[in-house]
């Protein structure tokens, strides 16, 4: 019977029990998912090292592997938006999926990571503390970067309206900002990984408008695969 390993992207029964549920039974594979003490809580991260060791002993010898980048480069979906890793380190985790194929080279890795959601709400609910008082400011704001840099809208224009939400948002846009670029500095590197390494890889965008961070983002990292003719990955909103 063939063994496939899952790493959920958290702890939510959606992503971490249905699967192994819906598994059972089925004659041909079985599961192997880290155990629930691994995983974090909202908010809290997973145990990066428990996460680690489980799949170093669970690859060895499987036949596939599902993936979240997210679990594993930053301990799940909540804590990519909260975290306070280097690139450095964010970087080493992404070269880890390397290890594990190097040590099994018939591993089958399907793979998925998240460009960075911005809500266009004031909640703090699964974002940074201060995305309650500044939540929508900060979303207006990467509208309005968008909108000039596609030259909807003129350079007063876009100083004016920026210094009125700037108001509201202080240093907080900087905090955002310096998260949105590390996470999008895994990305190319994890497209990379396309080429001797992952034998899928889908990369939605989480909760995307149109126009804003999340789609400047998704178009900055497009345009870089396409430039060093990598694979396009799989990519859809939602």
């Known amino acids: 019977m063939k063994k496939i390993v899952f790493l959920p992207l958290d702890e939510r029964p959606c992503n971490f029990s249905f699967a192994a549920r819906m598994s059972e039974g089925n004659g041909e594979f079985t599961l192997v998912v880290p155990p629930r003490s691994a995983l974090g809580s909202k908010k809290t991260?997973?145990?990066?090292?428990?996460?680690?060791?489980?799949?170093?002993?669970s690859c060895k010898e499987a036949y596939?592997?599902?993936?979240?980048?997210?679990?594993?480069?930053?301990?799940?979906?909540?804590?990519?938006?909260?975290?306070?890793?280097?690139?450095?380190?964010?970087?080493?985790?992404?070269?880890?999926?390397?290890?594990?194929k190097r040590e099994n080279e018939n591993l089958h890795i399907y793979a998925y990571a998240l460009v960075m959601r911005c809500p266009r709400y004031s909640s703090d609910d699964e974002e940074p503390n201060y995305y309650a008082t500044c939540g929508k400011e900060i979303f207006l704001s990467g509208q309005l970067e968008h909108r000039r840099r596609r030259g909807l809208i003129g350079e007063e224009e876009y100083a004016s309206r920026m210094k009125e939400l700037q108001s509201a948002m202080g240093e907080n846009l900087s905090d955002y900002l310096s998260r949105r670029k590390k996470n999008l500095?895994?990305?190319?590197?994890?497209?990379?990984?396309?080429?001797?390494?992952?034998?899928v890889l889908v990369i939605p965008q989480d909760d995307s408008a149109p126009l804003g961070y999340t789609a400047l983002d998704r178009e900055t990292l497009f345009s870089a695969i396409e430039k060093e003719h990598l694979p396009r990955p799989l990519n859809y909103p939602g």
């Open 64 to 100: 596939a592997l599902v993936l979240s980048f997210d679990q594993l480069l930053y301990g799940g979906i909540v804590p990519s938006r909260l975290h306070h890793l280097d690139e450095e380190e964010i970087l080493r985790r992404v070269g880890f999926v390397q290890k594990l």
């Open 45 to 57: 991260p997973s145990d990066h090292g428990e996460i680690e060791r489980f799949l170093e002993s």
């Open 185 to 199: 500095s895994a990305l190319l590197p994890i497209a990379r990984l396309q080429k001797g390494v992952l034998d």
